[in-house]
Structure formats: structure tokens, C-alpha cells
């Protein structure tokens, strides 16, 4: 369903097991991201009245989000570490050139995001299915829905604001790219890395 073109090794989840408080800080910060982007695509591109809406209610989700992992942050009495670079995204944010149209920079922004959500979705699934934390586990299962919720929402519009074949093609490459950013990722604690 997600299009991912290479899956992440399972193994990743002992990593992840290692650190628990590590995954939730950046986890975190993962969700503050997402809202922050929600929130930059309406700055961006206030024209586009049905993206408006839909990332109004995205950046509430999100913001949810990043409370309940704090929340769950604090419940193991931890606090919130500081935010860490995401080597993921910035390798992922160098597949599509500087510069072009205005309408060509929003579908890349949208592609863009759809994949993050694609990669997260298929990380909590991960999670919610092979972590030991019986908590985290349902947590991350309850996760899992809307992440792919996003994933498609953002692949929807992309589709619908640019030329659908040339938009399908993009999509395709960035999987392609992704794949390879993905080969020398997944040995970290980290959301995506």
C-alpha cells in the first residue's frame, strides 16, 4: 500500500528497544515538524482554499501528537531532549532541484511529505508490531492509521495540483531515491534514520 520501495530491516526495532527515550524524543520532534509543515504549506499557498482546510486540521493532529508522545515522555519520567538534525530528510530534500515554477515547488513539497508519511506509517507498524513495550506497541498501533491517512492525503493533492502523470513519475523516482537513502540508514534510534 505504501509504495516504499525497500523495507526496513526488523531488526531496527532492537535499536529502538535500547533507547526508548531516545525514539520518543525524536519522535517528537518528528510530530512538531509535520504540524510546522502543515503550517508553512498554508503561508505558502493560501490560494489553495481545500489545502487551507486540510492543513489547518493537520496542524491540530499533529500538535495531538506531539503532546501524547511528550506525554508519554514525561509518564517515564524523562523530559524531552533537545532536537537532533534528521539525516533522512535532508538527504530526501535533495532529490528535486531548486528553483521552478511555483505550482512544480508545491507538488515537490507534497511529494515530499507523503513520503515521510509513508515512511512513518511503516515504522510504527514495525513498532507496534515487534517492540516488547506493550504500551508503546498500542500506542504506536493507534498511530499507524493516521500516518497512512497523511501519506495519501498528501499524494491526493499533489495529484490533483500538478499534471497526474508527471506527478506519478516524480513519485516513482523519489521512491527510488528514498530506497537508497534508506540503505545506509535504519542502524539509530531514530523516527526515520
Known amino acids: 500500500m505504501l509504495g516504499l520501495k525497500l523495507p526496513t530491516d526488523p531488526r531496527w526495532v532492537n535499536i529502538v528497544e535500547k533507547n526508548i527515550e531516545e525514539i520518543l524524543t525524536d519522535h517528537a520532534y518528528c510530530e512538531q515538524k509535520a504540524a510546522s509543515t502543515a503550517v508553512s504549506l498554508i503561508v505558502s499557498f493560501p490560494e489553495y482554499t481545500e489545502l487551507v482546510q486540510e492543513m489547518t486540521a493537520l496542524v491540530r ?21 533537545r532536537e537532533r538534525k534528521d539525516q533522512y530528510v535532508i538527504e ?3 532529490f528535486f532541484p531548486k528553483g521552478g515554477s511555483r ?7 507534497l511529494l515530499y511529505a507523503a513520503l515521510i508519511e509513508a515512511r512513518s506509517c511503516e515504522r510504527f507498524r514495525l513498532l507496534s508490531e515487534n517492540i516488547q513495550d506493550e504500551e508503546l506497541a498500542t500506542f504506536y498501533r493507534n498511530l499507524m492509521a493516521s500516518e497512512a491517512n497523511h501519506y495519501t492525503m498528501f499524494l ?6 500538478g499534471d497526474r502523470e ?13 530506497a537508497g537513502i534508506m540503505k545506509d540508514l535504519g542502524k539509530r534510534e531514530t523516527m526515520h534514520g
Open 61 to 81: 493532529e499533529e500538535i495531538s501528537h506531539f503532546k501524547m508522545v511528550h506525554d508519554r515522555i514525561i509518564a517515564r519520567g524523562w523530559v524531552l531532549g
Open 92 to 94: 530526501l530534500m535533495k
Open 103 to 109: 505550482q512544480s515547488h508545491l507538488v515537490h513539497r
Open 156 to 161: 491526493a493533492f499533489a495529484r490533483k495540483y
Open 166 to 178: 508527471e506527478v506519478d513519475q516524480k513519485w516513482q523516482a523519489l521512491l527510488e531515491h528514498e
